[in-house]
Each structure stands twice: as structure tokens, then as C-alpha cells.
């Protein structure tokens, strides 16, 4: 064969071969291109599902996250059954109970006081009725009002902290334990720095040392801190001092007058001293005596007719 016409038949040979190789590239790019598109196509329905079932699931998930966050936790409501506050209950261990079971159940503290409402009797009731609206929200302010309205305040507890004390055949340990509760309650190293917890106790000693008077005028005033103490002595002072000052003085009694002894005309008897002690020293002006005038039948014949 001739060369020319072999180089002009490798020259056909390899171009069919591209021709080939091109078609069979332009069918694998096709496929391609239709599995990619069915493809999509399938990821685009998988989206549209999804979708579909988040947004069926969106009431369910925001009722959820609602009882979430009123009863502060993700899960179900714990089962807890509380019970309504008795008249013979005592009101701060009570109100303690609560709080623990408010902390377990993980019960947001901004709900606190809504929740314990409805379980409030008597006093205690009286004293939630008797606050504000705003005041009504805040547990704290509730329990304060409740413990106030019963007589509770940290000068109970300050008191029978200084009152305890050991009888004979008692247990130590219910001794320690009872003086613990009162000085944790009078002074409540929970909510009070270190500071602020000395400073009780230096204005327990202040009020102690004042006089009887002023101590009593400060302590009715209950003074949270020693600066409010010395304010209340500082008035109570000035009172004291406006007061002396301007006190009236008592005026002396009246003196009695002496009695004045008229001058004994020359000749004249003596009156019995004692006579005059009993009649007393002051003289009477004597009293002339005067005759009756006789009668007229009298007058003519000395007697009657």
C-alpha cells in the first residue's frame, strides 16, 4: 500500500475514533446530567417533606417550650401535690418547704409567689391581699408581708438566740441546733454579706449600751443598719433636749398671809391665849349691841291697857 493513502487511512481512523470518544462523552455527560437533575429532584421533595413535618410540629414544640418555661424545666410537670397552709402550721416552715420543693421542681423563682397563692389561709392570706400588684409578683416581698403580718421578723429570732438556754437532761446537739436556726434566721448569712452580718451584730451591741429610754425608742423603730440606729439615738437626743429646755418650771406654792394683829386699846381685858388658838389669831371687829325702843303700851302706863 501507499504510504500516503496509510497515513490517510490512520488519519480517518483517528478521527472516527474522536467522533467516538466525543459521542460517548456527550451520552456519559447526558446521564450525568439527568442523574443530577433526578437527583435534585428527589433532595427537593426530601426538603418539601421535611418542611412540612417541622411545620406540623411547630404548635406541639411552642406548647412545649411554653410549659417549659412556666414550670422551668423542658420535660413533663412533675407530679407534686402541695397543700393549703393550716392554722396551726408554722408559717416559716412553710414557706421553707415550698421554696425547696419550688428549687427541685425547678420552678422559675419569678412564679414563685403566683403559685403559692392559691395555698395561702388566714393571716397569711391577709397579708397577700394587702399588697401591691407589682409587690403581689416578687416571692420575697410576699414572704416578708407574711412573716411580718405574723409577728415573724429577725428580732424574734435575734431574741430567742439570746434567751436559749441549756436545761439539764437536754441533748447538746438539740441545743446547737436550735441556737443555729435562730442565729442563721436573725442573721441570714445567706442573703447578707460578711460585712453586713457584723454590722448586725455591732448594732445589736450599740443598742444595748444606749439608755434605757433610748434603747427602747430605737428598738421600736427596728433599724436594719447601725447608720439608721444613730439617727434614730441622734433624734431621740434632740427631743430630749428640746424638751428640758422648754419644760416649764413648777411655780413655788403661795405663801399664806400672816395674820395681822389689831393694837389693844388701853384697859382692855386679855383674851385667853388659848381661846385665841381656837379661834384663831385673826380678830374679829366687835359688833356694837343696840336696846330694842319699848313698845308703845309700854311707853304711857308701864303696861298693857
Given at each position: 500500500m501507499d504510504p500516503a493513502q496509510v497515513l490517510e487511512w490512520m488519519k480517518a481512523a483517528h478521527r472516527e475514533s474522536q467522533q467516538q470518544q466525543t459521542a460517548l462523552i456527550q451520552q456519559l455527560s447526558t446521564q450525568h446530567q439527568e442523574h443530577q437533575?433526578?437527583?435534585?429532584?428527589?433532595?427537593?421533595e426530601q426538603f418539601k417533606e421535611q418542611t412540612r413535618l417541622s411545620m406540623a410540629q411547630i404548635p406541639a414544640a411552642a406548647a412545649r417550650e411554653d410549659d417549659s418555661e412556666e414550670m422551668g424545666e423542658a420535660g413533663p410537670r412533675?407530679?407534686?401535690?402541695?397543700?393549703k397552709m393550716g392554722a396551726t402550721d408554722d408559717p416559716e416552715a412553710y414557706l421553707t418547704t415550698?421554696?425547696?420543693?419550688?428549687?427541685?421542681?425547678?420552678?422559675?423563682?419569678?412564679?414563685?409567689?403566683?403559685?403559692?397563692?392559691?395555698?395561702l389561709t388566714g393571716q397569711a392570706q391577709l397579708a397577700?391581699?394587702?399588697?401591691?400588684?407589682?409587690?403581689?409578683?416578687?416571692?420575697y416581698k410576699v414572704k416578708e408581708a407574711i412573716l411580718d403580718q405574723m409577728g415573724i421578723t429577725p428580732e424574734t429570732y435575734r431574741q430567742k438566740f439570746r434567751g436559749e438556754q441549756y436545761s439539764p437532761g437536754t441533748r447538746p446537739r438539740v441545743v446547737a441546733q436550735r441556737l443555729r436556726e435562730?442565729?442563721?434566721?436573725?442573721?441570714?448569712?445567706?442573703?447578707?454579706?460578711?460585712?453586713?452580718?457584723?454590722?448586725?451584730v455591732v448594732l445589736e451591741q450599740f443598742i444595748n449600751i444606749l439608755p434605757s429610754g433610748g434603747a427602747r425608742w430605737v428598738r421600736r423603730h427596728h433599724p436594719s443598719t447601725l447608720s439608721e440606729a444613730i439617727e434614730l439615738m441622734n433624734d431621740y437626743e434632740a427631743a430630749e433636749g428640746w424638751e428640758r429646755g422648754h419644760r416649764p418650771e413648777r411655780p413655788p406654792?403661795?405663801?399664806?398671809?400672816?395674820?395681822?394683829?389689831?393694837?389693844?386699846?388701853?384697859?382692855s381685858p386679855e383674851r385667853n391665849n388659848k381661846w385665841d388658838a381656837g379661834r384663831g389669831s385673826i380678830r374679829r371687829p366687835l359688833v356694837p349691841s343696840w336696846s330694842l325702843p319699848p313698845r308703845e303700851g309700854q311707853r304711857e302706863g308701864g303696861g298693857c291697857a
Open positions: 437533575r433526578q437527583l435534585l429532584k428527589e433532595l427537593a412533675p407530679s407534686i401535690r402541695l397543700t415550698f421554696e425547696r420543693v419550688a428549687t427541685t421542681a425547678r420552678w422559675p423563682e419569678s412564679h414563685w409567689a403566683t403559685i403559692l397563692a392559691p395555698y397577700y391581699r394587702s399588697l401591691s400588684d407589682r409587690d403581689a409578683l416578687h416571692y435562730a442565729a442563721w434566721r436573725w442573721l441570714d448569712p445567706e442573703q447578707r454579706t460578711g460585712p453586713q452580718v457584723a454590722e448586725l406654792p403661795p405663801r399664806r398671809a400672816e395674820p395681822t394683829r389689831s393694837p389693844r386699846p388701853k384697859g
